[in-house]
């Protein structure tokens, strides 16, 4: 058991976390559980055991180095969204064979990075293709002897029922590439002998509960892959991207990857290798933000419970409205109310959870956010000068820290020493 309560204490499988945040004093931090890590790409492999398909772990989920060591380990490739996740990926051990490089904005010098590895990038605009064919002549011409390989980024087109900013598959979200516009590329990748077509690439979109939109997605992207190899391209990958949402709202009705395959299979064409890109259902259950009450505070009829975790360390709440679990880490005896648990930045919507029935707290108290581990840590600032947490991760009775906590000095050495730009 990863995340539990025993005798109304917290455990992250053999840790009381009540005794760890007495132990490191340095609220809110990360936890993260191997075991629940592991259980998470296990669903993953029992799921596509028996079919010709890769796990590519979306590392912008949940970039700690430590994490990816353990995901490599297990088996999984790495899709990256930018030149330092790809540094990272190499730091944490992955073979660049095992990397995907996606994104609609891919500048070129990374670009260039990515095929000087030998990194598969997909094509997401007819600029893209132009940046990647100029970095494998380029390359050509130090004398590296492959081609790059690609996979055409499809639009598809569906409209999945999530929060419109994690949609991406929609025909006018800024992703991928029209079914109508492929000839063009179709026929500009036939001039280009550097850039070796190996497949077809598409993302529907994130926290996705209903698994019917990756089956048709399946469908078409089959049959575009049928009619691209009639052209005589030999497409050998179908990458369907990630999406898989996780139970936030502990409904227990949240579909596993077995789901996923099951919606999939009878639908993929079988000399196809599947290639699935999560990054929430391998990392999100895996992780918790522990923070600490600062103090309880009444407005007329408003309870809140200010922690000194914020949308500095946990911006999903704020940005997509997105629901926590949130309780104590720690038994807690006061009066229940509803409060809206806050952080302390000066914005209306730095909020961890709101109208949440829970006990009275005491100053001091542990809270817990459950679910934390995907586009968590990932996505916090040091806005307000909230610094960025640190992070810990346990693996049965041990815990290590993965991460330091950012420092005052850290922010402000950035700043300093001043130096002229202009005029020199
Ligand atoms: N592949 C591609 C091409 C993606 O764009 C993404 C996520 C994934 C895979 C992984 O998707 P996942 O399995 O994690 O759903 N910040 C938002 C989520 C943004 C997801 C962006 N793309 C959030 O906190 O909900």
């Known amino acids: 058991m990863s995340f539990h309560i025993r005798d109304r204490y917290l455990y992250c499988e053999g840790i009381n976390v009540k005794d760890l945040q007495n132990a490191v ?3 809110p931090f990360y936890l993260y559980s191997a075991a629940q890590l592991r259980a998470n790409v296990a669903a993953y492999a029992e799921a596509l055991a028996g079919l010709p398909a890769r796990i590519s772990y979306a590392v912008k989920a949940n970039g700690n180095l430590t994490l990816l060591r353990i ?4 088996g999984c490739g790495a899709t990256l969204v930018s030149g330092n996740e790809l540094r990272l990926a190499l730091l944490a051990g992955f073979d660049p064979a095992d990397m995907m490089f996606n994104g ?15 990194v598969t990038v997909n094509i997401d605009s007819e600029f893209d293709l132009e940046h990647i064919a100029a970095a494998s002549h380029a390359a050509a011409a130090r004398g590296a002897a492959r081609p790059v390989d690609v996979l055409l980024r499809v639009n598809p087109d569906i409209r999945p029922d999530v929060h419109p900013y994690v949609a991406t598959g929609m025909r006018d979200s800024k992703f991928g590439i029209r079914a109508e516009q492929l000839p063009w590329f179709l026929d500009r990748l036939k001039g280009e002998p550097l850039l070796r ?6 993302h529907l979109g994130s926290t996705i509960k209903d698994v019917q939109v990756f089956h048709d997605a399946t469908i078409l992207m089959g049959d575009l892959t049928s009619s691209i190899r009639q052209q005589g391209f030999e497409l050998r990958y179908l990458n369907l991207g990630g999406g898989l949402g996780i139970d936030y709202e502990r409904t227990g009705e949240m579909p596993t990857p077995q789901a996923l395959l099951d919606a999939l299979r009878g639908q993929l064409p079988d000399d196809l290798t599947l290639i699935v890109e999560p990054g929430r259902s391998i990392v999100g259950n895996a992780g918790v933000l ?4 600062t103090g309880v505070k009444r407005n007329g009829d408003k309870h809140f419970i200010v922690t000194d975790g914020s949308m500095a360390a946990l911006i999903r709440p704020a940005l997509y409205s997105a629901y926590h679990q949130i309780g104590f880490v720690e038994p807690v005896n006061g009066e229940p109310r509803v409060f ?3 952080g302390p930045v000066c914005e209306s919507a730095d909020f961890l959870g709101k109208a949440r029935m829970l006990p009275t707290p005491h100053e001091d ?11 968590g840590y990932a996505m916090s600032s040091s806005y307000n000068l909230q ?8 693996d049965g009775d041990r815990v290590m820290q993965i991460r330091r906590a950012e420092t005052f000095e850290d922010v402000a050495l950035a700043q300093s020493p001043l130096s002229v730009i202009m005029p020199q």
């Not at 609609?104 to 030998?118: F, I, M, S, W």
């Not at 077509?197 to 598409?202: K, N, S, T, Y």
């Not at 108290?365 to 995907?374: E, F, I, K, N, S």
């Open 104 to 118: 609609n904005g891919k500048r070129r010098d990374e670009v260039a990075l990515a095929v000087q590895h030998g």
């Open 197 to 202: 077509l190996v497949g077809l690439h598409c």
């Open 365 to 375: 108290t542990g809270l817990v956010v459950y679910d934390a581990g995907a586009y």
């Open 25 to 27: 004093q340095n609220s």
């Open 387 to 394: 610094l960025r947490p640190a992070e810990y991760l346990v």
């Open 71 to 74: 995901l490599r380990n297990l």
């Open 290 to 293: 522990i923070c600490c009450v």
């Open 340 to 342: 809206d648990i806050v």
